[in-house]
């Protein structure tokens, strides 16, 4: 157990729709990450942000967004979804901005239909 | 962009061999780190490598950083069947990390 939580496990929903997808960093962490992995593409880094406010950017779309609150947790918010987006999403967390160790939660599957 | 190339994709090995996964970053990385994840599990961090030519080992796994910091690769040596499941790489350059593609290991016994 990583101590990195993420909720729901499964999320089933159809084309078009909007989800967002919660994540609970480690005690102490201040980064939380977020990252899609789906079969064809890998691991792909989304976003990233640092005690509330946004420390990196990566592939992520603009039908997607995240923030990050106040008591550290984070979520992510996917709109007007298509079937490829259909993917595994991890959440990660840890202690400093950047260079440190990544401590991913079990991940939310995501199936678009 | 940074561009992380990660090989093999796929490594069938036999029990009690050894195999190396291969790593090399398009540009020079600040650090290098190499996750594991297990079938249906998350990715579980490893070890990062930060100098130079850094070597450092667990265990059976020897890890190992370029002198050019642009490459890295992992060597699992006598493989057991407890080493199945994906290791990625993971290159940090300009407050980024880039994943490779990880490579899939499955072990014959």
């Known amino acids: 157990d990583s101590g990195v939580t993420q909720t729901p496990k499964h999320l089933i929903t159809a084309t078009g729709q909007r989800v967002t997808l919660r994540c609970s960093p480690r005690s102490g962490d201040l980064s939380v990450y977020w990252y899609q992995q789906s079969l064809d593409q890998g691991l792909q880094f989304l976003i990233q942000?640092?005690?509330?406010?946004?420390?990196a950017k990566g592939n992520i779309l603009e039908r997607f967004s995240a923030q990050q609150f106040p008591d550290l947790h984070s979520e992510l918010n996917l709109s007007s979804l298509e079937l490829g987006d259909s993917a595994l999403y991890f959440c990660?967390?840890?202690?400093?901005?950047?260079?440190?160790?990544?401590?991913f939660g079990p991940g939310t599957r995501l199936t678009v239909l | 962009g940074q561009q992380v190339m990660q090989i093999p994709q796929y490594q069938h090995v036999q029990e009690g061999e050894d195999f190396t996964t291969y790593c090399n970053s398009s540009t020079t990385l600040s650090n290098i780190q190499w996750y594991k994840q297990r079938p249906g599990g998350h990715p579980v961090f490893l070890i990062q490598?930060?100098?130079?030519?850094e070597v450092k080992k667990q265990k059976r796994l020897t890890f190992q950083f370029g002198e050019a910091k642009k490459n890295s690769s992992l060597h699992i040596t006598a493989t057991q069947t407890t080493d199945v499941g994906t290791y990625f790489c993971a290159g940090q350059s300009d407050y980024k990390l880039s994943f490779g593609a990880g490579t899939t290991v499955t072990v014959r016994a």
């Open positions: 990660a967390s840890s202690v400093a901005a950047v260079a440190d160790t990544q401590y």
């Open positions: 490598l930060v100098k130079s030519g």
């Open positions: 942000y640092y005690n509330g406010e946004e420390r």
